[in-house]
């Protein structure tokens, strides 16, 4: 019994030791780690003064205006940054202010991610946000692009700015402020407007150190459709990782948010208008975007049209900050634009740190755009046959028709104009497209290619389809069958086979593929 108490004794005596040695060593660690951090604040402890204060504003891209007068803990800011990234920083202190996300994507992943080179394109409340979470998490070298100035309206929403920041481009701005939290952050400001033009240099290679090397993600963070849709086709040619997020105004409910492929994002009039463009460009899947399955309802935000004494002072768009940019005012909750922005910073690390990802999957539809396709060159094959002469006493005439559909275009027209279901009766299932009107002047032309060769000068004949967005209807594959032959190779009108209601709807469908014509490639 007293030998039992004895070895009792001595194991409380050696754990009571252990955990006191092991105190005293944290103890001593942190004791290190708050003198290496104080000596190293300290030591910047210095006036404002003109030298500072010349010597910051030396470093602006001239393109931003000058900064504001600096306070004393704009100038240690400014002075720690410079310190931290000519490498006069402990790098101890660095991991220890990552501590949490190093032990969450492991060492390999902090260094990629330390590693990383991120655009965010739009600064605003999506951007800000973003931005906010990659100087955090350890990214090391950030392009900002936006043409913007912080206003009072901002304030809702915006990450970091604070009063004394309106007036002030926001890529400044961010700069300005999250320096203070990761100065070893590297920035690359660009205060202007994103367009096709200045896609090669806005997302071009970062040139701070001369390696050449291409962004390793680009946030889309921007509220205009015509630069949205150029910055995600300029990405997509260009095999750039990119994530887009969708709209984020009038929206409410965090839990509906979700990121997926572009070709399934649904309930969003900013995506669906940006998935119509880039469907007619040749863009159908392969974005990610962060967007909202939250639907409108009574009583809920929305964008209200311009009142009509605007329309009458001439040219709307004279009444935006740039050309053919906003004009309106949305209505945005604060907090909905960041739960946007986190959600594409969040989805950005993972990629980058190679962390599992486990989205829902969105359902394939590029089989189903082949198939369609495919429905498209036979019918128009047939009606070559059927109102084409031969010229050659025999042979196939459909035989070699080109039809100039695309699959971006078959799922434009599927998905966006006709929202997968049958014009006729509303079915989603076996859908095809098919002519609505039966060709006038024939339903094919007659190319002659003439090439230069060895042998001399030789032509060829290439029959092409004359088809086009406007001319197409989606229906069943037994619809269509019926209306080709009953209608377009038969001797029936509209009027004998369908309702007037649907007669009517399809000629509004096909007034709207007429309009959207122009954006193809």
Same mark, same amino acid.
């Given at each position: 019994m007293a030998s039992n108490t004895s070895k009792m004794q001595l194991a409380a005596t050696a754990v009571i030791s252990g955990a006191a040695v092991a105190a005293a060593i944290l103890g001593y660690q942190r004791l290190q780690q708050e003198e290496r951090l104080s000596r190293l604040k300290g030591s910047i402890d210095a006036p404002v003064d003109e030298s500072i204060e010349s010597a910051v504003r030396e470093k602006q891209p001239r393109s931003l205006g000058p900064l504001p007068k600096l306070d004393k803990e704009d100038a240690r800011n400014q002075v720690l940054a410079q310190r931290a990234q000519n490498g006069d920083f402990d790098d101890e202190l660095i991991l220890e202010q990552l501590a949490r996300n190093r032990v969450f994507v492991g060492e390999e992943g902090l260094r990629k991610l330390r590693n990383a080179f991120v655009v965010v394109v739009g600064c605003g409340g999506v951007g800000s946000h973003a931005t906010a979470a990659f100087a955090r998490s350890g990214v090391s070298r950030l392009r900002l692009v936006d043409f913007d100035q912080v206003t009072l309206s901002s304030l809702n929403r915006h990450a970091v700015a604070t009063l004394a920041d309106v007036g002030l481009p926001k890529v400044q701005v961010l700069q300005r402020r999250l320096m203070a939290i990761a100065p070893w952050v590297r920035f690359d400001l660009r205060s202007e407007k994103f367009d096709g033009a200045s896609a090669p240099a806005l997302l071009g290679p970062w040139d701070q150190d001369g390696d050449g090397r291409l962004p390793d993600f680009v946030v889309d963070a921007i509220d205009n459709i015509e630069s949205k849709v150029e910055l995600l086709k300029y990405c997509h040619d260009h095999d750039l990782p990119v994530i887009s997020s969708m709209g984020a105004g009038t929206k409410s409910d965090p839990t509906r948010i979700m990121v997926g492929d572009i070709g399934a994002s649904t309930d969003d009039g900013l995506s669906r208008a940006c998935r119509r463009r880039l469907k007619l460009l040749g863009v159908t899947s392969g974005i990610p975007v962060v967007y909202s399955t939250e639907k409108m309802g009574e009583g809920k935000a929305a964008l209200l049209p311009l009142p009509e004494e605007e329309f009458q002072k001439g040219s709307v @768009?004279?009444?935006?900050? /740039?050309?053919?940019?906003?004009?309106?005012?949305?209505?945005? /909750?604060?907090?909905?634009?960041?739960?946007? @922005?986190?959600?594409?910073a969040n989805h950005v690390i993972l990629k980058i740190t190679g962390y599992p990802i486990d989205y829902l999957p969105a359902k394939a539809r590029d089989k189903m755009y082949d198939s369609i396709t495919a429905f498209v060159q036979s019918s128009e094959e047939k009606l070559v046959r059927a109102t084409t002469k031969s010229t050659t006493g025999g042979g196939d005439i459909g035989l070699g028709l080109k039809v100039p559909i695309t699959t971006g275009d078959v799922a434009f027209l599927v998905e966006e104009l006709y929202r997968a279901r049958s014009a006729v009766t509303g079915i989603p299932t076996k859908l095809v497209l098919v002519r609505w009107r039966k060709p006038q002047d024939g339903s094919s032309t007659l190319l002659r290619l003439t090439t230069k060769g060895e042998d001399g000068v030789s032509e060829m004949e290439q029959k092409s389809s004359n088809v086009r967005l406007r001319d197409l209807v989606c229906m069943t594959k037994e619809e269509a069958t019926r209306h080709l032959n009953e209608v377009l190779l038969g001797t029936k009108a509209h009027e004998d086979i369908y309702d007037p209601s649907v007669i009517q709807t399809v000629e509004a469908r096909l007034k709207d593929a007429e309009a959207y014509e122009r954006y193809r490639q």
């Amino acid at each position: 019994m007293a030998s039992n108490t004895s070895k009792m004794q001595l194991a409380a005596t050696a754990v009571i030791s252990g955990a006191a040695v092991a105190a005293a060593i944290l103890g001593y660690q942190r004791l290190q780690q708050e003198e290496r951090l104080s000596r190293l604040k300290g030591s910047i402890d210095a006036p404002v003064d003109e030298s500072i204060e010349s010597a910051v504003r030396e470093k602006q891209p001239r393109s931003l205006g000058p900064l504001p007068k600096l306070d004393k803990e704009d100038a240690r800011n400014q002075v720690l940054a410079q310190r931290a990234q000519n490498g006069d920083f402990d790098d101890e202190l660095i991991l220890e202010q990552l501590a949490r996300n190093r032990v969450f994507v492991g060492e390999e992943g902090l260094r990629k991610l330390r590693n990383a080179f991120v655009v965010v394109v739009g600064c605003g409340g999506v951007g800000s946000h973003a931005t906010a979470a990659f100087a955090r998490s350890g990214v090391s070298r950030l392009r900002l692009v936006d043409f913007d100035q912080v206003t009072l309206s901002s304030l809702n929403r915006h990450a970091v700015a604070t009063l004394a920041d309106v007036g002030l481009p926001k890529v400044q701005v961010l700069q300005r402020r999250l320096m203070a939290i990761a100065p070893w952050v590297r920035f690359d400001l660009r205060s202007e407007k994103f367009d096709g033009a200045s896609a090669p240099a806005l997302l071009g290679p970062w040139d701070q150190d001369g390696d050449g090397r291409l962004p390793d993600f680009v946030v889309d963070a921007i509220d205009n459709i015509e630069s949205k849709v150029e910055l995600l086709k300029y990405c997509h040619d260009h095999d750039l990782p990119v994530i887009s997020s969708m709209g984020a105004g009038t929206k409410s409910d965090p839990t509906r948010i979700m990121v997926g492929d572009i070709g399934a994002s649904t309930d969003d009039g900013l995506s669906r208008a940006c998935r119509r463009r880039l469907k007619l460009l040749g863009v159908t899947s392969g974005i990610p975007v962060v967007y909202s399955t939250e639907k409108m309802g009574e009583g809920k935000a929305a964008l209200l049209p311009l009142p009509e004494e605007e329309f009458q002072k001439g040219s709307v @768009g004279d009444l935006g900050v /740039l050309p053919d940019f906003r004009v309106r005012i949305l209505p945005v /909750l604060g907090t909905m634009p960041a739960v946007f @922005g986190l959600t594409a910073a969040n989805h950005v690390i993972l990629k980058i740190t190679g962390y599992p990802i486990d989205y829902l999957p969105a359902k394939a539809r590029d089989k189903m755009y082949d198939s369609i396709t495919a429905f498209v060159q036979s019918s128009e094959e047939k009606l070559v046959r059927a109102t084409t002469k031969s010229t050659t006493g025999g042979g196939d005439i459909g035989l070699g028709l080109k039809v100039p559909i695309t699959t971006g275009d078959v799922a434009f027209l599927v998905e966006e104009l006709y929202r997968a279901r049958s014009a006729v009766t509303g079915i989603p299932t076996k859908l095809v497209l098919v002519r609505w009107r039966k060709p006038q002047d024939g339903s094919s032309t007659l190319l002659r290619l003439t090439t230069k060769g060895e042998d001399g000068v030789s032509e060829m004949e290439q029959k092409s389809s004359n088809v086009r967005l406007r001319d197409l209807v989606c229906m069943t594959k037994e619809e269509a069958t019926r209306h080709l032959n009953e209608v377009l190779l038969g001797t029936k009108a509209h009027e004998d086979i369908y309702d007037p209601s649907v007669i009517q709807t399809v000629e509004a469908r096909l007034k709207d593929a007429e309009a959207y014509e122009r954006y193809r490639q």
